[in-house]
């Protein structure tokens, strides 16, 4: 293995590491990594509307302008809302993401049924009714499913995420390290 492909899985390793870290946080206070999840998305919903007032003055039309400069409106508005207001910021991810756990949950039960016939579509099958209870789990405990959904969902993400860079750089390695 090259010295730069082992600095490289070192810092992969590192990342792993963090992400965990991050993770194992997150879920220990949900409410702060929800609210932490809201302000970045409060920040890019405001750079989209400052990126649309740019290119609206960049349009063709007079109607091309002004449509650009409302919908940047409504974007900086949408933005300077949520950061103001966190709270319904979460609330409003959290439905959004139990609607959207639904309708995938859905969608993966119906694409077991397109492909039942493989020998991999059970978990096609597991994946959407997990999927669809998790989302039904939130929805019917919204809005105070809010305080622990964000923040625990993206803690898992991250640990499990964490944990396959560390399994995927520490497999690299390995596999270097075999002679040819």
Known sequence: MSDLSLKRSGWSIVWGILLLIAGILAISAP???AVAVNVVIAWIITFAGCLH???GFHAKSVGGV???ILIAAVYIVTGI???MHPVLGIAA???LLASLFLVEGVLDIVAYFQTRRSGVSV???MDGVITLLLGGLIWAHWPSSSVWAIGTLVGISMIISGAVRIMMSLALRRLAMVPA
């Open 81 to 83: 809302y949520l950061l």
């Open 31 to 33: 409410v702060l990594a």
């Open 66 to 68: 002004i449509w650009e």
């Open 53 to 55: 007032f740019i290119y």
């Open 123 to 125: 978990w096609l099958v």
């Open 93 to 95: 991810l959290t439905l």
